[in-house]
């Protein structure tokens, strides 16, 4: 990644209409709101039903989401989430497998899933108006799509906020091929947590757009202003808003323990709790193991507002792979972790009882979970490990496998993605304007397109494509990657996967605020 050093100034178009960003075609109350919308109410086919190849494996598993009432460690929340736990329950298949999973939506609103990182077929991409018709509360949906590539993935759903609540779990897809050259596997998702704490995600957007947000989005957003507070900034600086929020910027975190924060101002929710495979630090998760055993874990950032950056306690970390695909392997202390992304690290086990850290970064407050190899007392909940201020791995440093890279090809065309927003009134934009009223990008079929992704904020946006993995200048493939205010990069994707599908922010607020944009492939 190469900062952008001479970059036009932030783009800071007016606006007078909130559209819902995850919904992705608004319904007629969006039409009513706006005299010439972009995208209008549509109603979708039926997606067809796959057969499997003969030989091939269906894997099959019913998901229900729904209100529910969890523990989280000492804290109990009403919340949504995919049966009653948090995260849901973990789906896994091999690689050329077949997945079928229908939903029951027995929430009071409409909902979708969306497989974040799997280049599915386009109709099962799970975005309401553009790929499906949204599923209605009491009706169910089924999901078929082929996994073809082996990685730590996860799902959740592209309407509002919801993601913000507790409706996301993770999904493995294995190499059948890949040698088992450790002793055990964990699957490690972060979250920051905030819904059934006095208030909710839709309650937060609101307070956030000054309560211009209601009811414009698919899933009937607003349930009425929390109050002001937000400070006005037209470069992206924010003043948080949470549960609590007392004007406090959160600015205790991960500066680099103490440095220069290479993300600038990271997030606008003050959140309450952060979680360990929804678990806070008083009562957490406690992964077991023997002396001496080398373990995979697989980290999952399913935050909505929160880059963590991660340790383990008394051991270094052997990062492996970023969004499902290979690197050269790379020694670490920690790691930042954006939005969306998830990496794989290895680790050999010392003797005794070691944190895994996960400090939010730009805010105050950790979420951890404990490794027990043997005897010992547990480090107070707050506790920092020293790996923190030793080598701390960005991702997009990282090389790529050899198997994990494009073949060499210039790029036929280039689109742009200029991102840019403020705080008030709270909008966030892709090439100058909000979701639905920006112009989609339009693909080429059997293209190498070049996506060149300029921040005119000073915030960190991660970035992600649908439908598609691109490779970074280095190769290095991601299907999300962190963008560092007023910085640019440049991605390279093939066009290979007809559809019409997204790019988007992964902090869900600026999503669903407008920084969103389609990209269609030309009928």
Partial sequence: MTDSLNLPQPVTSRRTLLLGGLAAASTLALAACSKDPIVSARSIATAPSLTPAAGQKVVTRS??????TLDLGGVTVDTWAYGNTVPGPLLRANAGDMLRIPLDNQLPEDTTIHWHGIR?????D??????????????????????????TYFFHPHVGVQFDRGLYAPLIIDDPAEPRDYDAEWVVVLDDW??????????????LTGGKGAGMSHGGMGHGGMGGGDESSKSGKTGKT?????????????GGMGGKSPFGDAGDVVYPHYLVNGRTPADPEVLSAKPGQR????????????????????????VIATDGWPVKPVMTDAFHIGMGERYDVEVTLGDGVFPLVAVPFGKKGVARALVRTGPGRAPAADAIPAEFKRRVLLGTDLKPAESARLKPKDPDDQQMLHLSGQMRPYSWEINGKPFGKNTPLILKRGNRTRLQMMNMTMMTHPMHLHGHTFALPNGLRKDTVLIKPMGSVYVDFDADNPGDWMAHCHNIYHAEAGMMIALNYAK
Avoid at 63 to 68: E, G, H, I, R, Y
Avoid at 120 to 124: E, G, M, S
Avoid at 195 to 205: L, Q
Avoid at 242 to 254: I, R, W
């Fill in 63 to 68: 998901l229900v989401a729904k209100p529910t």
């Fill in 120 to 124: 599915l077929r386009n109709v099962a």
């Fill in 126 to 151: 799970g975005v309401p108006g553009q790929t499906q018709n949204p599923i209605k509360p009491g009706s169910s949906y089924t999901y078929e799509f082929i996994a073809p590539d082996p990685g």
């Fill in 194 to 207: 905030i819904d059934g704490t006095g208030t909710t995600p839709d309650e937060v957007f609101a307070k």
């Fill in 242 to 254: 949470g549960e609590g929020d007392t004007g406090e910027m959160g600015h205790g975190g991960m």
């Fill in 295 to 318: 373990v995979r874990i697989r980290v999952i950032n399913a935050g909505a507002d929160t880059i963590f950056t991660v340790a383990l306690g008394g051991h270094e970390m052997r």
